[in-house]
């Protein structure tokens, strides 16, 4: 299948301080990708869904100034988690998905600790 | 919206036994996509199976087998053989013809050796 690689996969950051996620599509061209988050023994909650080029679409609840999603090219998105507080620790999880495809591809994750 | 439901949040198997897992979910789409998701300790999301609702016929892919029954919106994952390496938390997921893509609560399987 195709690669999709998160970085960084562990991160921990001051509370108050913004932190970048990367999420890369390394062998196909990911015209949508999608950003969750999941919580200890819980399912993937979806937070957004972005488009290369457009703004993303946020669900219901997650706030938008707060989680900032670019998806400037068609290869790389990214999630930057401002004015992190400890509330926001958690595991964040993207997948990338061609203009064809069926399945979407999952990073390897990233595990948030705000301190 | 959409809605997927595992109603097994824990599973047991004995090792070279077959085990299913149930999912049922809620849509009003006809197009749509359904799939069988692994995550091992690792956390990294590993794709099972996946079906197609246009095709009648169940997918199958080695030891993992799904039975699909559009009308009643179920959608079960048979593990056969199974091996002490399947042990891992599988998530069922729908992916609507709007693209995104929900998932269930997870079900922990355990294989016993």
């Known amino acids: 299948g195709a690669v999709v690689s998160q970085h960084p996969s562990r991160v921990i950051c001051k509370s108050g301080t913004s932190v970048k996620i990367e999420c890369r599509s390394l062998?196909?061209?990911?015209?949508?990708m999608f950003w969750y988050r999941q919580f200890p023994k819980q399912s993937l909650m979806l937070m957004a869904t972005s488009n290369e080029g457009s703004k993303a679409t946020y669900e219901q609840g997650v706030e938008k100034d707060k989680f900032l999603i670019n998806h400037a090219s068609l290869t790389l998105s990214t999630l930057t988690v401002t004015s992190a507080h400890p509330e926001d620790s958690s595991f964040y999880i993207c997948s990338a998905r061609g203009l064809q495809g069926t399945e979407a591809f999952f990073g390897q994750g990233t595990r948030l600790t705000v301190v | 919206a959409q809605t997927v439901t595992q109603s097994q949040p824990e599973m047991s198997v004995q090792e070279a036994e077959t085990v299913t897992l149930s999912c049922t979910y809620d849509t009003s789409e006809s197009d749509y996509y359904l799939f069988w998701y692994k995550q091992p300790p690792s956390r990294q999301m590993i794709l099972v199976i996946r079906?197609?609702?246009?095709?009648?016929q169940n997918a199958t892919e080695n030891r993992f087998s799904v039975n699909f029954q559009k009308a009643a919106k179920s959608f079960s994952l048979k593990i056969s053989d199974s091996q002490l390496g399947d042990a891992a938390m599988y998530f069922c997921?729908?992916?609507?013809?709007?693209?995104?893509?929900?998932f269930g609560a997870g079900t922990r399987l355990t294989v016993k050796p």
């Open positions: 062998d196909f061209q990911a015209t949508t």
């Open positions: 079906q197609e609702a246009y095709k009648q």
């Open positions: 997921a729908y992916r609507s013809a709007t693209n995104d893509m929900r």
